[in-house]
T-cell receptor, first 116, second 113 residues
Framework: SAVISQKPSRDICQRGTSLTIQCQVD?????MFWYRQQPGQSLTLIAT?????????ESGFVIDKFPISRPNLTFSTLTVSNMSPEDSSIYLC?????????????FGSGTRLTVV | DQQVKQNSPSLSVQEGRISILNCDYT??????FLWYKKYPAEGPTFLIS?????DKNEDGRFTVFLNKSAKHLSLHIVPSQPGDSAVYFC????????????FGKGTKLTVNP
């Protein structure tokens, strides 16, 4: 399965500022996924990032708030813009691969964001 | 609306015994199901999956059972080990797993020595 390096691992940010999270994969992948896990909640898909096209956002998430870049097949960034305390979450990138004879998703180690 | 539900936020078992984690889903279009394990400060790690054409899949100590009519799946860990202590997420997908995942809220498993 793919190996994903995600950084930063954690950050504490002031409200109103922006944070860019980077995700590097050790192999070329078509789709990369960005998830958010709010405290005590499940992982929720923010958007799907395809190389060479605009990201596809899920209901409740917009490009102005979570701009995504996908410059090549091994790298993506997610920016959390104009942050508020409600954005305090763990953000994870993920790629689709093959696991155990079927599909499986590999996740990065996550970015724990605290907005103060 | 929570399409994937894990109704037990926590579970505690003794080492060597069986751990059974449960998951229910509401969307009949789901045809691929996965279990992930998550340790603190790490991303989720794929554990085991099952396609809707099967009702059981085994991998070592881990077995997943799928009951399509009840829209229910369960993960059995036998025997349970202290290293299995983690949060377990159930996830579901359509199109054979090639589409986005919908996750449950997770069950925190504690295996006591």
């Amino acid at each position: 399965s793919a190996v994903i390096s995600q950084k930063p691992s954690r950050d504490i940010c002031q409200r109103g500022t922006s944070l860019t999270i980077q995700c590097q994969v050790d192999s070329q992948v078509t789709m990369m996924f960005w998830y958010r896990q709010q405290p005590g909640q499940s992982l929720t898909l923010i958007a799907t990032a395809n190389q060479g096209s605009e990201a596809t956002y899920e209901s409740g998430f917009v490009i102005d708030k979570f701009p995504i870049s996908r410059p090549n097949l091994t790298f993506s960034t997610l920016t959390v813009s104009n942050m508020s305390p409600e954005d305090s979450s763990i953000y994870l990138c993920s790629v689709l691969g093959r696991e155990g004879g079927g599909y499986g998703y590999t996740f990065g180690s996550g970015t724990r964001l605290t907005v103060v | 609306d929570q399409q994937v539900k894990q109704n037990s936020p926590s579970l505690s078992v003794q080492e060597g015994r069986i751990s059974i984690l449960n998951c229910d889903y509401t969307n009949s279009m789901f045809d691929y199901f996965l279990w992930y394990k998550k340790y603190p400060a790490e991303g989720p790690t794929f554990l085991i999956s099952i396609s809707s054409i099967k009702d059981k899949n085994e991998d070592g100590r881990f077995t997943v059972f799928l009951n399509k009519s009840a829209k229910h799946l369960s993960l059995h860990i036998v025997p349970s080990q202290p290293g299995d202590s983690a949060v377990y997420f159930c996830a579901a997908s359509v199109q054979g797993g090639s589409e986005k995942l919908v996750f449950g809220k997770g069950t925190k498993l504690t295996v006591n020595p």
